[in-house]
């Protein structure tokens, strides 16, 4: 029987240098030449997708809350919670190598810290205004 025109059929053996596997993650990775470049570019194949933290989303979400006009309690409680949620994510990113985020929670801890330092320093002027000093 003729193949059909325009389909190469791989060999095991080319299909097997195709692929390799990396102490790390123990995934299957699949080299491909980058376009004009003389290095290769490593994709992870099928299941080893990276994705953002979902505790690194909240901590910036909540150092974002700082922004809004909500009671003091509530504010402080937000800021104090995207800190700790921020260093969980770093952990966690630190540990599990496919698993992004690690500016976006370095974002949220510093974004909530910098809302806290204000909200102080604006009260102890309130404060101060109010005593009448």
Partial sequence: MPRKAGRKKTSPKKQAKKTTRTKATKKTVRA?????????????SKGGSVRPS?????????AGLGYLPIGVLLKIVFEVAAVVVGFIALSKIKKHPNIAGRYIAMAGIILSIVWLVLYILFSVAYSAVGAGY
């Fill in 54 to 62: 979902g505790y690194a989303v909240t901590s910036l979400v909540a």
């Fill in 32 to 44: 491909m030449k980058a376009p004009r470049a003389s290095k290769t570019i490593r994709l992870v």
